[in-house]
């Protein structure tokens, strides 16, 4: 006991044992955005080959490499992180907690990542080279078809799931027991909530995705067949099994992004959020048919016509809890009094796309239309939507909105503004016409394609590297945020934000909330 | 340059065109599928019952759109603090709420009739005029027509896209990436069934025209069907990651009339018969090599050179395996090297072909083995292993 309790540890010691809430956060934070620039430069690398028909830089091979990496990446390394990253930072000091429940454990869930993904980056140096099945990794292509460095994979996977577990148990844990007294559950920030339900989301499937690879494991070294037909087992199996992690998987990267856009709209518009309550039930009812709707990205290979259609009927259902959000952000903004910083125009900016990329959501459920869209370019052009300008952009307003409450320092409006309005134009040019290509009978996952989408390839590529390079604006204007921002030293820091974190001195001490709030 | 500045001015005019509604009409001669924004009509009674049936969707999502967007821009436009509002706080009200999670509801179960209904129409596979029984093998497709006398047509169908292409050494051809070397031929007006499946992992058989698009797995048959009610040439390609040259493995269906799919069918099977013939017969070396020199342009050369230097694959000029016994050299011919690129051949190749390529292989590149293998022995080598 003692010293340790009133500042952190100095030097590397504080990071390596850290187990503060914020220094977590920060270190979640700053490794899943290593990890967005690493797969972003895989992304760049793949619209750098698809510039142009032909193959003028990389092999197939090598190709089939950089998509599956990329999405690895961003999925498990980027976008899941950052959030909980956030979660580590806010849940707490939203809800009048002194640190999460666990905090030792907190650090184990952090300190796994950055030797799993090392792991899983040093694949691609491997003889036969990297993972090449893609981010979903279909069996047989990923058991009896599959480099050796597959073993690899299954193994980062496992580590991924136990960090997930990890993190998850830490967020139920202290929702459940560290409420401050009078934060009753109907008080929670929406934040909270829709990490509460997230974290449930992932204990429940992550177990399923670690029996996938385990499956795998088993097919490729133990002499299984699971998945080989061969053998009497099912490559179709596989994919249930995936899915069924899967989906609910997409939904918990989204969810947690909705909880950020209905904290900022409401401080921007100056007025509370229109319906707290229903916004609740909505993530609540999309967590449950999450579970129910997996077989969508599956529509093509050969189920009952039963299955077909119950699988089509329950997504389509997803859309009317989603429609319901939706609805609530705009009627949010409704005669407030708004104004639009950065963390606002990101979140104007989730709610327009993301909402285009739940509309092509609603396209695609349709089984029939989907036979003529499944694995184009308009899925490809449908989940950027939904994860880059709906995951992505959140996170971004995020960073920008709590930043000077977690440093005590301005970041230049200017300069996000600016980063806002290229990230849109970059993202839209780069993703917009993949619909098109898409639609028009392009397939995702080719290095190479027919001379008639070349034009269409060429924006998407110039928009890619535009919103690529955007993001080197952000880390300079974050970076010489932290370093010599304009110190702000009001609590609120922004005229309408509301909530517990905003009660604790700007920047945030070390430790908050070591005598629990009374909320109201 | 003209080609180019015709293309740019299409890009631009693209989208415009998509909004006033017209594309679907325009994107139809093969003229204008260059930058085709949007999904093709398709030939298919069935594809255009899919086609209406997207863009209803696409039409109801762009009102709900322009409603709801059109709200929020409003509001930011007329709700913001620069303008001196005040804020209100108005907030829950039961009616709206039921009413906006009520009305999506309505629209998406009127959306959900002619969905179901197109469904069962897509599984309905009765009645075919015709079976055809189509494989996916790493990276190209097999074609076997079923025939109730047994007597199969089958054929395999590659890539004719030349690597010179592909690599940019070559000016690209009209249907770079699109073209095959046999496509597949059916006659229109009758309903084809198609029964997929595949050899090694899970591809798809997709053709947006036809609008059939269904994943080939291994180990399992498929069903999936469609009437072409319009000649012409349809283009595809594989639709599901299947390892290297997933980019690299087209689909050309050729709908012609009935009258030339008869003589289609028969010209082929003359063919068959010929081979078959031919695979009774004993051939000179010389003839082994010439014929062997143009299957292993067709079929080794991507991997293994043009003068045998090896690439993906090992050299043969030199190799221990093509100067060795003929024995180790048709196994590797015709089952391939597991775990490693080298596939088997066997299937792929009739038994004059891959006579004359072993051949070839142990005569060619400086390999001046000077024996032969004759197609009897290849099959006797299928019987006896
Ligand atoms: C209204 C809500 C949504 C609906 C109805 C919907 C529907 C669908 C459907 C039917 C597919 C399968 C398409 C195919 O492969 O043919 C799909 C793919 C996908 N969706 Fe959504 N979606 C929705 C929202 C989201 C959200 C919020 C996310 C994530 C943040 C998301 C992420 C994805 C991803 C990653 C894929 C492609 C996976 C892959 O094959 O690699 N979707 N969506
Ligand atoms: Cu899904
Ligand atoms: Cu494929």
């Known amino acids: 006991m003692g010293e340790h309790h009133h500042g952190p540890a100095k030097g590397l010691k504080r990071w390596i044992f850290a187990t503060n809430h914020k220094d977590i956060g920060t270190m979640y934070l700053w490794f899943s955005f290593a990890m967005f620039l690493l797969g972003g430069a895989f992304a760049m690398i793949i619209r750098a080959e698809l510039f142009q028909p032909g193959l003028q830089l990389v092999e197939p091979g090598f190709f089939n490499q950089m998509t599956t990496m990329h999405g690895l990446i961003m999925v498990f390394g980027a976008i899941m992180p950052s959030f909980v990253g956030l979660a580590n930072w806010m849940i707490p000091m939203m809800i009048g907690a002194p640190d999460m429940a666990l905090p030792r454990m907190n650090n184990l869930s952090f300190w796994i990542l950055p030797p799993t993904f090392l792991l899983l980056a040093s694949t691609l140096f491997m003889e036969g080279g990297a993972p090449a099945f893609g981010w979903t990794f279909y069996a047989p292509l990923s058991t009896t078809y599959a480099p050796p460095s597959v073993t690899f994979f299954i193994f980062a996977v496992h580590l991924l799931g136990l960090s997930s577990i990890m993190g998850s148990i830490n967020i139920v844990a202290t929702v459940w027991n560290l409420r401050a007294p009078g934060m009753t559950w109907m008080k929670m920030p929406l934040f909270v909530w829709t990490w509460f339900i997230t974290a449930y989301l992932l204990i429940a499937v992550m177990p399923v995705l670690a029996g996938a690879v385990t499956m795998m494991l088993m097919d490729i070294h133990f002499g299984t067949s699971f998945f080989s037909a061969a053998g009497g087992g099912d490559p179709v199996l596989f994919q249930h099994v995936f899915w069924f992690f899967g989906h609910p998987e997409v939904y918990i990267i989204i969810l947690p992004a909705f909880g950020v856009v209905s904290q900022i709209i409401p401080t921007f518009a100056r007025k509370p959020l229109f319906g707290y309550d229903s916004m609740v039930y909505a993530t609540a009812s999309i967590a449950f048919l999450s579970f129910i709707v997996w077989a969508h990205h599956m529509y093509t290979v050969g189920m009952p016509i039963a299955g077909e259609l119950f699988f089509m009927y329950a997504t389509l259902l997803i859309a009317v809890p989603t429609g319901v959000k939706v609805f609530n952000w705009i009627t949010t903004m409704w005669r407030g009094a708004m104004t639009f910083e950065t963390p606002m125009l990101f979140c104007i900016g989730f709610v327009v796309l993301f909402t285009l990329g739940g509309f092509t959501g609603v396209m695609l459920s349709m089984a029939p239309s989907d036979f003529q869209y499944h694995d184009s370019y308009f899925v490809v052009a449908h989940f950027h939507y939904v994860m880059v300008a709906g995951a992505v952009f959140s996170m971004t307003g995020a960073v920008y909105y709590w930043l000077p409450k977690w440093c005590g320092r301005m970041y230049s409006e200017p300069m996000g503004k600016i980063h806002f309005w290229i990230s849109f134009v970059g993202f839209n040019l780069a993703f917009f016409p993949q619909h098109f290509v898409g639609l028009a009978g392009m397939p995702r996952r080719i290095p190479d394609y027919a001379s008639q989408f070349a034009d269409f390839n060429m924006l998407s590529s110039v928009g890619a590297f535009i919103y690529g390079g955007s993001q080197i604006l952000f880390l300079y204007n974050v970076i010489s945020t932290i370093v010599a921002g304009k110190p702000v030293s009001d609590d609120k820091v922004w005229e309408g934000a509301e909530g517990l974190e905003w009660t604790v001195a700007t920047p945030a001490p070390f430790h908050t909330f070591a005598v629990p709030p009374r909320v109201k | ?385």
């Open chain 2, 1 to 385: 340059m003209c080609f180019k500045a015709k293309r740019l001015h299409r890009l631009a005019l693209g989208p415009v065109l998509s909004l006033l509604g017209l594309t679907s009409r325009l994107a139809w001669s093969d003229d204008t599928k260059v930058n085709q924004i949007n999904m093709p009509v398709s030939v298919t009674e069935v594809g255009a019952s899919i086609y209406n049936l997207h863009m209803t969707i696409f039409w109801i999502c762009v009102v709900i759109g322009v409603l709801v967007f059109g709200v929020m821009f409003y509001s930011i436009f007329a709700h913001r603090k620069s303008r001196g509002v005040t804020p209100s706080n108005f907030h829950e009200s039961t009616t709206v709420e039921i009413a906006w999670t009520v009305v999506p509801f309505l629209i998406l179960l009127v959306m959900a009739v002619p969905a179901t209904t197109t469904l069962i129409n897509v599984y309905d596979t009765t009645d075919a005029d015709m079976d055809i029984l189509i494989t996916g093998y790493q990276w190209k497709w097999k074609y076997e027509y079923l025939d109730e006398a047994g007597e199969n047509l089958t054929f395999f169908s590659n890539l004719s896209t030349s690597q010179e292409e592909i690599y940019n050494r070559e000016a690209k051809g009209e249907h770079y990436l699109l073209e095959v070397d046999e496509p597949v031929v059916v006659p229109v007006n009758s309903k084809v069934r198609l029964l997929i499946t595949a050899n090694d992992v899970i591809h798809s058989w997709w053709v947006p025209e036809l609008a059939v698009k269904r994943d080939a797995i291994p180990g399992f048959i498929n069903e999936t069907w469609f009437r072409a009610e319009r000649e012409g040439i349809y283009r595809g390609q594989c639709a599901e990651l299947c390892g290297r040259d997933h980019g690299f493995m087209p689909i050309v269906v050729n709908v012609v009339s009935q009258q030339k799919y008869t003589d289609w069918l028969s010209d082929k099977q003359a063919e068959a018969a010929e081979i078959k013939a031919l695979m009774a017969q004993t051939f000179t070396l010389d003839d082994l090599v010439k014929r062997g020199k143009d299957v292993y342009a067709r079929d080794c050369q991507l991997c293994h050179g043009a003068n045998g230097e090896g690439g993906i694959g090992k050299a043969i000029a030199g190799s221990s395996i093509a100067t060795g016994p003929v024995a180790t050299h048709l196994d590797v011919g015709i089952y391939g090297v597991s775990g490693t690129s080298m596939q088997s051949f066997g299937k792929q190749l009739n038994d004059v072909d891959m006579a004359a390529v072993i051949t070839y292989q142990r005569n060619a590149f400086g390999n001046n083995m000077g024996d032969m293998v004759q197609p009897l022995d290849v099959f006797n080598h299928k019987q006896g292993q």
